[in-house]
């Protein structure tokens, strides 16, 4: 799995969105945030991305979703359904 922080997929949001000529205001305005400065809080590692705009960044960005999401987040996400299936089984 592929291993990132909060830093790594800021830095990878930062990287992306320059190399593509966005603006954080614009950016945001694109995946469905209220204001700039939640791009700068994710680009500065203070903020993480939610599943759902991870998955719009993605496909904005035509990248795989490990690029946007936290791996904690990822392992975490569905854990209702793992806890479910880890007590049918044993």
Request: overall charge positive; aromatic content about 16%.
């Amino acid at each position: 799995m592929y291993n990132s922080n909060s830093s790594d997929v800021g830095k990878f949001l930062k990287y992306y969105r320059t190399l593509n000529n966005f603006t954080q205001s614009e950016l945001a305005s694109i995946i469905g945030y209220s204001n700039s400065s939640t791009i700068k809080d994710i680009e500065l590692g203070k903020k993480l991305i939610g599943r759902n705009h991870s998955e719009k960044l993605a496909k904005f960005f035509n990248l795989d979703t490990r690029y946007f999401f936290d791996n904690y987040l990822e392992d975490t996400y569905s854990i209702a359904e793992k806890l479910k299936k880890y007590r049918k089984e044993n």
